[in-house]
């Protein structure tokens, strides 16, 4: 019992990278836009939030300006490729490979003119647990779901409202037509644009929030190559979900149950260590493989919409 | 349509046509001339523009710009070091870069070199070091076929899965990357570790698994030969063979292709296949030609590096080496503009990925420009036509 109740307050964390990535993946790939920049976001995400929370003092508070600051960044470059995309109609894949690049490089760079080649990597505060009271008494689910910090409270809230959103709202529907059939909401008069500049802008935004979690829950520490491809399975789990809020909050699980154990499997003998970390990749590689040919994906996904096209689609 | 076929990087950029010049007895060699300046000048402007703008950010952080951009520009050609060292870059650049093109040609994307090279290298490594008792011409090519077939295999595990289950290429290239770390750790450190080594790294491969040197100091090692042999292979067979024109007709329009009898599948299958074989080439040319063995990290950057070159280069492979070769400079000049000007060497990515990003835009330019003289062209005609 105590077994499961360590695992899961340790996998419910582990949820809130890939929650936060994939549901910005999807916010996008609803509208149409397929960001494929999520591991140079998240890289971004997690220097600038880092580096933010350290120079203002590291503390809790902090932590939170760093977050916001994180997502703003990876809104910014977001914003580049719901422009070069939409208005421009370069090729998403293309787009998001550059901005992948420029994510890791911009990364790396900004640690380097920021905190410069030091002996000892500094350091912020971790984010504290925030219990809620009577919740948290629970038995079971009070310590695992109720006993954590802010953030993953947050990444909770966010795939109900997301939810809520894309099917209880208007503004959803109008979004999930522009992701289906861009041509038959244009001609009901919903922007294409627009929609897709929001949709995507957002999405980029969860992705730099989600990268500036990993040094603010683990160590406190950015290193280069902190996401360690994070932001790849945030991609696979948007297919793995379908691309619907509900079922990419349940896959994160899996996922992070697989990180867990891989992490928890290294003291094993049985299994050479190093084929153990690569756990996570390989379980997705054979879950795609089951799922890809039965998942729904939007209709549009990856293609730009050009409304003088004269081509069917 | 289908995402495949809005790929913006095979497609060519259509020289401005004008009619009146085209009707003028220019001779056929200025024409094919004035056609390549077309070419090139959105690309120098886009590097011009590109490196004006990492000027304004070396200047921003507070470093000498002039000193800086003469250690990014000129170390390769400044010393008979700095040439071999841009040749060594130039070497697994070429291939990376192929090995994401030739894919991309027909309408898919390798991002999985990374993790080719690597097993590739480890092949080479195992065979280099268990064949120590054979000579050399035996042992090395045996070390080269290791590595391409290894390669070969990774890129294949990719092409099973688009192939049978419909995963989508990217994500499973990518993600078998970060499998072949393991692969990677577990034949360093467990199958042929360096017996002194702290570092996860094998023992060193048989003098007789190691590439010729050529020249005299510095050296360089042959793999320079046999990767320009192999560009050459690759330029013809893609641009005079059936293969070739095949590969080029699925990305171009996959369903034509198919109507016209073309397997899209085994295309598509064979182009990741193909580049997996020269990304694990890349692997055994480090191995017996650079480091001596197997050690982690040995990937450097190049997976980043491959796709930027392939991108810019946008689907030519004749563009290719000459693209790889220019990325090669900057990245030598990198680490000495660290030196002499105390500027940062990740600064090298934001240069070149600002080089991608304005050729992106030079493209778009140049696209734009040529509709609206086609356009003008029609408008003129037609008043012809009318005052006639």
């Known amino acids: 019992m105590n077994g499961v109740i360590n695992f899961l307050e340790l996998a419910i964390p582990g949820m809130v990278a890939f929650v936060l990535a994939a549901q910005g993946t999807m916010l996008g790939g609803r509208a149409g836009v397929f960001n494929v920049s999520q591991e140079g976001l998240m890289a971004l995400g997690a220097s600038v939030g880092f580096l933010v929370s350290y120079k203002l003092g590291g503390t809790f508070g902090t932590n939170m300006i760093g977050l916001a600051v994180a997502a703003a960044a990876a809104a910014a470059m977001g914003l580049i490729l719901a422009y070069t995309t939409t208005i421009l109609r370069l090729d998403q894949f293309v787009v998001g490979l550059a901005l992948f690049f420029a994510g890791i490089g911009l990364a790396s760079l ?38 954590q910090d802010i953030v993953v409270y947050f990444m909770f809230l966010l795939s109900g409202l997301l939810y809520w959103v894309l099917y209880r709202t208007n503004l959803g529907m109008k979004m999930r037509s522009v992701g289906e059939n861009p041509r038959a909401a244009d001609a009901a008069g919903i922007s294409v644009t627009k929609v897709r500049f929001w949709a995507t802008a957002l999405g980029a935004a969860l992705m730099g929030m989600g990268g500036a979690y990993l040094p603010m829950h683990f160590s406190g520490i950015y290193t280069d190559g902190i996401i360690a491809g994070r932001g790849w399975l945030a991609i696979a789990l948007a297919f793995v979900g379908g691309w619907r809020p509900q079922y990419v909050l349940l896959g994160a699980a899996f996922f992070a149950c697989m990180e867990i154990t891989a992490l928890e499997l290294q003291s094993s003998t049985v299994i050479p260590v190093e084929f153990i970390e690569t756990f996570p990749y390989v379980a997705a590689l054979v879950v795609m493989a089951f799922i890809f040919r039965r998942t729904q994906v939007p209709a549009f996904l990856g293609r730009n919409y050009d409304r003088e096209s004269r081509t069917a689609s | 349509m289908t995402v495949r076929e809005v790929a913006s990087p095979t497609r060519p950029v259509t020289p401005p046509q004008t009619p009146e010049t085209s009707v003028g007895k220019r001779p056929a060699w200025l024409e094919t001339l004035g056609r390549w300046g077309a070419q090139a000048v959105p690309v120098v402007a886009a590097v011009a523009a590109a490196l004006l703008v990492s000027a304004l950010m070396i200047a921003a952080m507070g470093h000498d710009v002039v000193t800086a951009f003469d250690s990014l520009l000129t170390a390769s050609f400044d010393t008979q070091f700095g040439f071999v060292a841009t040749l060594h870059r130039w070497v697994p650049l070429t291939l990376f870069a192929l090995a994401f093109t030739i894919p ?81 750790l577990y034949t360093a450190q467990h199958l042929w570790p360096d017996p002194v080594g702290g570092f996860p790294m094998t023992d060193h491969v048989a003098p007789a698994a190691q590439l010729p040197m050529l020249g005299s100091s510095p050296q360089f090692h042959s793999g320079v030969l046999l990767v320009l042999a192999v560009s050459i292979l690759v330029i013809l067979a893609i641009r005079y063979t059936v293969i070739g024109y095949e590969l080029r007709s699925v990305g171009a329009n996959p369903r034509a292709a198919l109507i016209h009898g073309v397997s899209v599948r085994s295309v598509a299958i064979g182009a990741l296949v193909v580049g997996g074989a020269l990304a694990g080439l890349a692997g055994s040319i480090e191995v017996a030609g650079v480091q001596g063995r197997l050690l982690e990290g040995m990937q450097s950057n190049y997976l980043q590096l491959g796709i930027i070159i392939g991108l810019i280069a946008r689907g030519s492979v004749v563009a290719v080496p000459l693209v790889a070769f220019g990325i090669s400079v900057l990245e030598i000049g990198a680490s000495a503009m660290q030196r002499s000007a105390e500027v940062p060497v990740q600064m090298v990515l934001i240069v070149e990925a600002l080089i991608l990003i304005f050729i992106l835009i030079a493209d778009i330019l140049a696209d734009r420009i040529t509709r609206r003289r086609a356009a003008r062209a029609a408008v003129v005609q037609k008043l012809k036509e009318s005052s006639a």
């Open chain 1, 110 to 147: 900004l640690y380097r003119v920021v905190i410069g080649i030091v002996p000892q990597p500094p350091q912020i505060d971790t984010l504290d647990t925030i219990p809620i009271p009577l919740l948290s008494e629970i038995p079971l689910l009070g310590p695992t779901l109720f006993d």
């Open chain 2, 104 to 184: 991309l040609i027909a309408g898919r994307y390798n991002i999985g070199s990374e993790g080719q090279m690597l097993v590739g290298a480890a092949a080479a490594a195992g065979v280099g070091i268990s064949g120590s008792g054979l000579p050399a011409p035996v042992l090395l090519p045996l070390v080269l076929l290791a590595g391409i077939l290894a390669g070969l295999v990774w890129a294949g595990i990719a092409a099973w899965l688009l192939d049978q289950f419909g995963v989508n290429e990217i994500l499973s290239t990518v993600l078998l990357n970060f499998v072949s770390f393991g692969v990677v």
